[in-house]
């Protein structure tokens, strides 16, 4: 029998952090180390069994299979590389690092492509797989995203300007996703960047008009708000949408439904069961534990990282 994953969590007790270490339990993995500074660091060793270390230099793959980082998204790309020294596969929560600049440690790195994976959720959903197979099939004219994460207020390290605000936390899973259905470096043509919603440090709004190689347009929409949603991901925080037209019809991923239309065909709603992503995400984690590939890579997530560069600089310019 195979035995199980051995993970450890950095970051352990944060929201993320503290999501990674169910959702791999729960996949069967064992969670043998947590580092966070947190006082609640002890109590969650306890619950999972876990031993709290004060260094990620302890661990080694003889001991651990899987690293999670789970930290500010400027604190990660230096933790990520050593880990990678230390010979570690590693999952990364998004986005890359909160820069391509801050992400540079990385460059180079001769393990970087085949043992870090970066957790852009979306592509567990079960609705990502359908759209990018007809997307890979259709002539592209548009894409449309909204991304919409809720929030009571913006504090903490979202609240600090090299985090890069919402586009960097946030709008960057729709900029992955949707940059990955898309061969090429995409272009920015426009942004617009406002902190009014919160009256915030950082933009807690940010809107982008991109296009990708043979012409598709991309028009990006994503924000913190402070009102509920009725429907979501994440547990209903998050709402989520897709648009994309095409000369063959359209499709519209709208949080656990995938709007469909084909030339001159009625619309068919395909209804998906809400899943736990962070859950989903687990399972592939397990897998690249065990030497799959990366569902998404190092290359892939510093595309979106330098789309989510070129945005913040032109809505920089447009406040």
Known sequence: MTRPVRVAVIGAAGWAGGRHVAALQAHGAEIVALLDPSTRTADL????????????QSLSP???DLAVVALPSSMQPQVCASLLDLGLRVLVEKPLGSSSANAAVLAGHPLVEDRLMVGYMLHHH????????????SNVISVSARSAARKLEVSSWRAAPQEGGVTVVNGVHAIEYVASLFPGEGIVHDAHASGHL????VPDYSAATMSFQDG?????ESYWNPWQHTTGLNRSDWFFEIDVVAHEGRR??????????????????????????????AGAAIRFA????PVVGYSQALRATKLADEILRKGHASV
């Open 198 to 201: 919160f009256n915030a440090s």
């Open 62 to 64: 003889e001991s651990v």
């Open 290 to 293: 065990r030497g799959e590939k």
């Open 45 to 56: 060793a306890q619950q999972v069994g876990a031993e709290v270390l004060s260094s990620p």
């Open 216 to 220: 598709p347009l991309f028009r990006l």
């Open 126 to 137: 079960p609705a990502a797989k359908a759209l990018a197979t007809w997307v890979a099939s």
């Open 252 to 281: 519209l991923w709208s949080n656990w439904s995938l709007h469909e239309w084909d030339r001159l065909g009625p619309e068919v709603v395909r209804h998906f069961p809400e899943v736990d992503l962070f859950f989903e995400q």
